[in-house]
């Protein structure tokens, strides 16, 4: 069986000595007071609702399953998964980082993320049930009617509803332009919607009595498209007026998907068959207002990986000590057992320690962009906010994409880690690796991902928000230029730096010539650009460390994120070189292949 400890000491480092937020929140009105005894309070009840409840349905909810109900449409969630969802209830945790006025608690959304971060170590399945919940609150908060927020809002802030996103048809996927669901205007003032749905993550279950679902659907008059699409809430049961419940809706499962992974979350099939729904937002511009939600979710995956990867890595790495096998090839270790602990091999120590510097490295981005969110919501200054919001959506591709990828890369090297065992289901390791395999799909492909980022984030501004990342690469450079100490995390991340202007600037000017050059570039750009942030926030983290340990601290935690920091820019970092190389050979070598693929 596996374990799970909440890496509480180095989120505690990352949101106090890397980014200081009490600090931030001081500017910030509705955080005011928000100081770190709260924030360490929360995060160890936040551990321990994961680890002691969550964590031990992860196995038996994967080997269980849900069960659909033909005749009725209901679905059956795992054993414990319900009363899992109870007491999460109970313990206030929907309302964490929610408006106060709809009875959120009003805390900022670092919190809410880290807590994430834990529910997803420790059963990513049965997280995905109040996580989509958050986009759907999200959604109708922003673009929401006052009658809408009214009825919908503290219900799905207290839990006692959850909330899921409907996008995607049978015939297509990421191009929304082509979806078909049709939503025929009533007198009444409501639509009814009539379509098929899949793929919908927690989009049928019996943890409450009602789903409240986001619905892309085209109304009679809408053009061609993507700017053609409309958003609607409908519910699972209708609402009165009062807030209470009224009949049954006209959307059902009909089925559920049989998946590589996740197998304690439902992934639903949705039949719409004349469901009543309400417009949210303006007509046509359904998309706009979803991407509320997607954004949301986009970094909520990569939140997945994260989680992911930090539990495989623990588990692996108390494995690795304990595991004899062979000696050290550079003599005995272990003299008074028969073999050494497999830990002693170099490259045992490459998988683990490529786990925890993208564990270490996810966490201090997705904190980051969760800071830069709560300063986009709430900070007075709007320059903050502006600069804040344009951050943001330059790095969600990169959380999204980035932290997945190297999710797959980290759970796979756990695995490895356990030789033969990984690939056994007792083990727990082999499901790590299975439920991370999604995230690098849904939510946009990372291909899409990868798209996003330099076609419309990058290119389509002439890089002027890469440019501002780019000032706080700068300004560390300046900081710590000097700093001899700091030569071997800053030299890297200067240089790269340095490059990636030009390398942006030269499949810029390929891609005006030639739009596939985008295309073809894209994937390894993203992951340029995620090492140049992560090596931004390495040598950052290095800087405190190093700081600490001239104080005169003792605490080995800043010895061991040194030498973390040092295998990141050894070993990882310099994939970027063979990187830049691959995306500059072009397209030629991939579109000019109609025989190789015929």
């Not at 439902?266 to 937002?281: N, W």
């Not at 890089?463 to 990342?469: C, D, E, Q, R």
């Not at 190093?546 to 935690?557: C, H, T």
Request: aromatic share 8%; hydrophobic share 40%; net charge negative.
């Amino acid at each position: 069986m596996p374990s799970y400890t909440p890496p509480l000491r180095d989120m505690q480092f990352v949101m106090h000595e890397l980014l200081k937020i009490t600090d931030e929140y001081k500017a910030m009105p509705r955080h005011a007071e928000v100081d770190v005894d709260t924030v360490n309070a929360i995060l160890e009840e936040g551990g321990k609702f994961a680890s002691e409840v969550v964590f031990p349905l992860n196995i038996t909810g994967d080997q269980e399953g849900c069960k659909l109900d033909k005749e009725t449409h209901e679905v059956t969630t795992p054993t414990g998964f319900k009363a899992a969802y109870a007491r999460y209830i109970e313990g206030g945790w929907p309302a964490l980082s929610c408006d106060p006025e709809y009875g959120g608690q009003g805390l900022p959304v670092v919190l809410n993320q880290a807590f994430y971060e834990m529910l997803n170590s420790a059963n990513q399945a049965w997280t995905m049930y109040p996580g989509l919940s958050h986009g759907a609150y999200e959604a109708i908060h922003e673009h929401g009617t006052d009658e809408q927020k009214k009825l919908y809002l503290p219900k799905l802030v207290s839990g006692e509803w959850t909330g899921t996103m409907c996008l995607t048809e049978p015939h297509c996927g990421t191009d929304l332009g082509l979806l078909r669901t049709k939503a025929e205007p009533q007198s009444d003032g409501t639509y009814r919607i009539t379509g098929n749905k899949i793929f919908i993550s927690a989009g049928e279950h019996d943890f409450v009595p009602n789903i409240v679902h986001l619905v892309l659907a085209r109304l009679p008059d809408a053009p061609k498209g993507s700017k053609g699409i409309s958003l609607f809430i409908v519910p699972k049961y209708n609402v009165k007026a009062d807030g209470s419940l009224g009949g049954r809706n006209g959307i059902f499962c009909g089925g559920l998907e049989h998946k590589m992974g996740i197998h304690g979350n439902a992934t639903a099939q949705l039949v719409l068959d004349g469901a009543v729904g309400t417009l949210v937002g303006e007509p046509h511009k359904g998309l706009q207002a979803m991407f509320v939600m997607m954004n949301a979710a986009r970094i909520g995956v990569g939140m997945q990986s994260l989680g992911l990867t930090e539990v495989a890595f623990q588990n692996a790495l108390a494995y690795a000590k304990d595991r004899l096998q062979m000696r050290s090839l550079s003599g005995t270790k272990a003299k008074d057992k028969p073999a050494d602990p497999i830990i002693v091999h170099p490259d045992v120590r490459k998988m683990l320690l490529t786990a925890k510097a993208y564990a270490e490295g996810g966490r201090a981005l997705t904190m980051f962009c969760s800071l830069l969110i709560d300063r986009e919501l709430h900070h007075p200054d709007a320059k903050v906010r502006k600069d804040a919001a344009e951050l943001v959506a330059l790095l969600t591709p990169i959380v999204k994409a980035f932290i997945t990828d190297n999710g797959h890369i980290a759970t796979n090297a756990c695995m490895q880690v356990f030789g033969g065992h990984g690939y056994i289901q007792e083990w727990g390791m082999e499901q790590f690796a299975r439920d991370n395999r999604i995230n690098m799909i849904y939510e946009g492909t990372n291909t899409v991902q990868s798209l996003d980022l330099l076609g419309r984030k990058v290119l389509g501004n002439q890089g002027a928000t890469l440019k501002k990342f780019g000032k706080l690469v700068a300004q560390l450079v300046e900081e710590e230029g000097v700093n001899e100490k700091m030569a071997e995390f800053i030299n890297p991340v200067a240089y790269l730096g340095e490059q990636m202007t030009k390398f942006t600037t030269e499949i810029g000017f390929k891609a005006f010539q030639n739009p596939d050059e985008v295309g073809a570039a894209a994937v390894d750009y993203l992951r340029v650009a995620g090492h140049l942030v992560f090596g931004y926030f390495w040598a950052r983290m290095a800087q405190v460390a190093l700081r600490e340990i001239a104080a005169g601290n003792q605490d080995p935690f800043y010895k061991a994120k040194l030498q973390t920091a040092r295998f990141y820019f050894a070993k990882l970092f310099p994939e970027t070189a063979t990187l830049m190389r691959a995306a500059r050979s072009g397209s030629k070598v991939l579109m000019d292949t109609d025989e190789a693929l015929a």
